[in-house]
């Protein structure tokens, strides 16, 4: 059976369907873009999403477990994205300046201006940077001389985060790497994002279903490397099917990888889009969110492969904030959890603490510490914990086997799903709608 065709047809159709609600049809692209805060982010720095065209992925029916692409945009405006990055220069004091939280990673010697402190940032299209149908390329140098500017007015560093195909990248290698575009990536230290989610070919092009080849991933870091742009990853945990023990090697077997191959890993770990497969089986209570304490245990062991067990500097990682959109999680791992016995919101809420004080501080030692704490203190029922995922492990079944159920579910649940999924939004849309209405009077 093709598992993958048949995933992307589901998720395809699931995106049609959305689209056919007409929430998004007629929606005037903002001049803002979407933006999340310093504590929301990829790292404890603000990031800036421009709303426009579909990711080209999405529209492909890829990536099972996203939704970013909610936005209805047929054409390419360039103004409008134009209208958007103006739109973060016009507020840059407030939007970005303010916006540094915490510590942030930057070595001195690397530092154009060694008396202050660099700016942390993220600015790219909802799927990939070099992607001309989302970002042309004169709007992208419009962006970047603006900020290069920006950087020499203000005499800081830039530190710019982007975020990428891996198939663009490989498709403008001869550009990428001899281009005014990468010089002036280069000397706003840019570090391009690459989707990649797993190194497992399984997980990676069945289950999330990326359609990545992984000599394609390997070809588009070394085009990056090679043009001076920092490469990173997305590493993704929690995939349909999977049971959190084996989401967590999953993961950790991707960052030995990255580490391996010099790519610096982000840490994403699954919260719930609505219009997706995995919206679907948790609705239809045949699947759950990872565990607060998969996560936990999941970082740990990742933070103990980047240091070596503590002998090492961890070097560049980030792990975006699992509870925070946009667009907002439907469910996410960290809160309200009514689904999980034996696990109180409180220690859910102190699980998150931790995790949000790592994302802070990027104090790995007090992050190991206070993890072992944690664990060890019975008044937090880790070994419930344990016992659950013991339990889980003994009752699954085979991959494959999981994957069909999968899709009988899907089969069987999808009309209703449509159903059920298109009066919800309604009922939010209204009760936004009088939000707006209120504060408006
Ligand atoms: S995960 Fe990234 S590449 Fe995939 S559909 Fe979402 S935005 Fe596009």
Known sequence: MDYSRRIRQITKNLRKAYYE?????????????????????????????????????SDCGNCANCFYSQYHSKELNAEQIKAQIDYVFDHFDELVLKEQYGKNDFPNEKKKYKNSKPIFMTLSPTGSFYSDKEFP?????????????????LKRDVVLHIEAHAKDVVKQKDYIQDSEESELLRKLNAKCILGFESVDEWSRNT??????????????????????IEPGAFVFCGLMTH??????????????????LGVFPVLMFANCQSWTIPDLLIQTKNAKLLEPYTVLDTVYDAMNILTANGTE???????PEPV?????????IFFDRKDLTGLTSIDSYFAHEILADLR?????????????????NSVHNYKGYTIRMGKEEEEKENLQTR???????????????????????????EAEAKETYKSNL
């Open 21 to 57: 609600t007409g929430t998004q049809e007629d929606r005037v692209i903002s001049t803002e873009p979407s933006q999340l805060t310093a504590k929301q982010g990829l790292g404890n720095f603000p990031a800036f999403y421009l709303e426009g065209t579909h990711c080209e992925k």
């Open 137 to 153: 390329k004169e709007v992208r140098l419009y962006f970047l001389k603006k900020l290069l500017k920006k950087s020499e007015e």
């Open 324 to 332: 925070d959109g946009p667009p907002y999680p439907e469910s996410n």
């Open 313 to 319: 500097d961890p070097g560049y990682y980030l792990v």
């Open 207 to 228: 289950l999330y279903n990326k359609d990545l080849p992984l000599d394609t991933f390997e070809e588009a870091i070394s085009t990056l490397k090679n043009a001076g």
């Open 360 to 376: 802070a501080t990027r104090d790995v030692t007090a992050f190991i510490k206070k993890w072992e704490r944690f664990r060890n």
């Open 243 to 260: 049971t959190n023990l084996e989401a967590k090697e999953d993961m950790l077997q991707s960052i030995q990888y990255l580490k391996k």
């Open 403 to 429: 994957l069909n159920n999968v899709l009988s579910v899907v089969a069987s649940q999808y009309k209703n799903y449509i159903v059920t999924r298109k009066a919800k939004d309604a009922l939010e849309a």
